[in-house]
């Protein structure tokens, strides 16, 4: 009888614990299997010009790769953070812009500014499910050998910015 009134009271308990853990969890910290592999090989038409994006351009020196769409209301909360990062010329930026209708996106960035030195177009979501994007925003470092070194889930923030990103591409910068 007792073990009948215990069992399911210890299971219980035990998945209260688990949730407990799991809520306490950052998700902007989950590890990408790609860290510290070649970043994945792509193509894509640029947004509003001619040409292509790949992941060659990506390794002429450490650069960011943003991955964001007008339609997503954390992109637009950390684009003026992208735009101080361009105007400074702390880093090279590129953008993936992720499964956006491409007049939306020149429209949003002819209205808050652009801060990509050029942005591919990933209408289907093909590149970005290639890079284990989660959703958007997404911001991964790529090094000079074209290796992602980083990866930030999530809008970036300031602190973020200045206590982790910047010192992670000056060290990539030496």
């Keep these: 009888m007792r073990l009948r009134f215990f069992a399911p009271l210890g299971l219980l308990m035990g998945l209260i614990l688990v949730l ?89 960035l002819a209205r808050e500014g652009n801060p990509y030195l050029a942005s591919g177009m990933d209408r289907d979501g093909q590149v970005g499910i290639d890079w284990g994007v989660y959703g958007v925003p997404e911001t991964f470092v790529v090094d000079r050998a074209g290796t992602i070194v980083a990866k930030r889930i999530g809008p970036l923030s300031w602190d973020y910015v200045q206590q982790e990103l910047l010192p992670l591409l000056k060290e990539l910068q030496q």
Excluded at 21 to 41: Q, T, Y
Excluded at 53 to 63: Q, T, V, Y
């Design 20 to 108: 407990g853990i799991g809520l306490k969890l950052d998700p902007r910290e989950v590890d990408s299997p790609l860290i510290g592999k070649p970043a994945p090989v792509f193509s894509l038409p640029l947004l509003g010009a001619e040409g292509q994006l790949s992941e060659r351009d990506l390794s002429a020196a450490p650069s960011l790769f943003n991955v964001w769409s007008s339609w997503c209301v954390a992109c637009r909360q950390e684009h003026p953070i992208l735009m101080e990062l361009a105007r400074r010329g702390d880093v090279r930026l590129y953008g993936l812009n992720y499964k956006d209708a491409p007049e939306d996106a020149l429209a949003l």
